[in-house]
């Protein structure tokens, strides 16, 4: 009996020990552990959102613009402005499935025109060219390449809806694509002229786009917010788990926060937040994937309470920008500092990021609120032909109306936004006035 004692005695022991051992190991790692977590690059920055409000992935890759051919005898083509459908669409191409890319052809943008003009047709246009990965209806089947490609139209045939048309200008690239067996697109609420106010549109050809440009004058509303701003402990503690490792340095214009990898500024004078990472990186991030999370990014520090939306992405740089709204129309500010956030990603992290700061906060409803009448879009292009040479002209990549972010010089607390034509040049977005006195200083040597 004893002996038998003493066996069970012995390994017991021997078992205790040997947990003791594997438990120290355990507390002798976490630590290591812990910090190697903490270390690990993220692609997601902000622990948690600064955002008060949250904004659609849909919406902001939303076609912005949407034209219809060949069902008005009147006009060969109406224009109007997706925005007060973006609800319908966001759900209308959550719950359409597409099938497949069928074909892959080449285009000029001279026969995409006679397309147009041969039939009844719907014609989708977005802002800036993306991934065809970002369509938010879900291909039954498609490939990793075809979801990298870009495009900036769709296009729906209204006598059949069985096959959707992607085309990309800047390659003159046209794919086709089925739906689902039995399934059709529904446009019918883009058909309805109560839903969308359409307008007579021609087509004006610049280079490397399209743009549909309006035969008479309209009149679009003005606007006016009263902002408001964070304060820059609501951002800081969104990149720096410990802010006790972070130096602040500041100044009369700026305040930067800086670790060991990161520093943020903030600039008064501009109004942004910039953040910079240093992050080593040797693998590829699909193009897609880059657009998802530079939105995810963005969604989590912007307080605009309209929309805003996907303006443009520098392939060399690959930097994401998104673009503030206003009832459906561009907001344009003085440097993009007030309207345009930028965002570079990694596949192991945030690289780049600049937000604005101000944001709108209340409307001032004023009873009577008055319009502005804007030139018709063929005017325009008389007077911009008149002004400038076939060369300065064809400097001009694309043209829309928007607001201009127009500060109060008797309250700074509120901001006007007045309607107005923009045309981009070179990348660079200006008023037509803006760019009719640079003209003139060329000219006359100013």
Avoid: C
């Avoid at 965002?343 to 502005?372: N, Y």
Wanted: aromatic share 12%.
């Amino acid at each position: 009996m004893g002996v038998k004692n003493d066996q069970v005695r012995n390994f017991v022991l021997a078992f205790l020990v040997l947990l003791s051992g594997i438990l120290s190991y355990n507390l002798w790692t976490a630590g290591r552990n812990v910090a190697e977590e903490e270390e690990a690059p993220s692609d997601q920055i902000a622990r948690s959102n600064v955002a008060l409000t949250t904004h659609s992935m849909s919406d902001t890759f939303r076609p912005t613009s949407v034209a219809l051919h060949g069902i008005d005898n009147q006009y060969s083509t109406l224009l109007g402005n997706t925005y007060p459908l973006r609800r319908w669409l966001r759900e209308e191409f959550e719950h359409r499935n597409l099938n497949q890319i069928e074909n892959i052809e080449t285009v000029n943008d001279e026969d995409y025109l006679n397309v147009l003009q041969s039939e009844r047709w719907l014609e989708f246009i977005y802002t800036e060219e993306q991934p065809i990965g970002m369509i938010e209806q879900k291909f039954d089947e498609l490939s990793r390449e075809a979801a990298n490609e870009f495009f900036d139209r769709m296009l729906i045939n209204m006598d059949d809806r069985s096959t959707v048309y992607l085309y990309h200008t800047a390659t003159e690239t046209l794919y086709t694509v089925s739906m689902l067996e039995e399934e059709d697109m529904d446009i019918e609420p883009f058909l309805n002229k109560e839903n969308i106010d359409y307008v007579g549109a021609f087509t004006q050809v610049l280079e490397d786009n399209i743009v549909y440009l309006s035969n008479e004058s309209l009149e679009v509303p003005t606007k006016s917010y009263v902002i408001n701003q964070l304060s820059d402990s609501n951002y800081i503690e969104s990149f720096f788990p410990d802010t006790s490792l972070v130096d602040r340095r500041s100044n009369s214009e700026v305040t930067r926060y800086i670790d060991l990898t990161k520093e943020v500024t903030f600039d008064k004078k501009a109004n942004t937040l910039s953040y910079l990472r240093q992050i080593s990186e040797t693998s590829e991030l699909e193009t897609t994937t880059r657009f998802t999370r530079s939105f995810e990014q963005v969604n989590r520090f912007e307080n605009w309470s309209d929309t805003f939306k996907f303006s443009d992405y520098d392939r060399e740089e690959q930097i994401v920008y998104f673009q503030r709204e206003i009832d459906g129309y561009p907001v344009f500010s003085s440097g993009g500092n007030e309207t345009i956030s930028e965002v570079g990603v990694v596949d192991s992290g945030v690289t780049h990021l600049k937000l604005p700061l101000r944001f709108i906060d209340t409307p001032i409803t004023i009873k009577g609120a008055p319009t502005e009448e804007l030139m018709s879009g063929a005017k325009l292009i008389a007077q911009l032909d008149a002004a400038t040479t076939a060369a300065t002209f064809a400097q001009i990549d694309d043209i829309t109306i928007g607001y201009s972010w127009d500060e109060s010089e008797e309250e700074s607390q509120v901001i006007y936004f007045n309607p107005d034509w923009f045309v981009s040049v070179e990348g660079t977005w200006m008023t037509v006035d803006e760019f009719l006195e640079l003209q003139g200083e060329v000219t006359y040597g100013l």
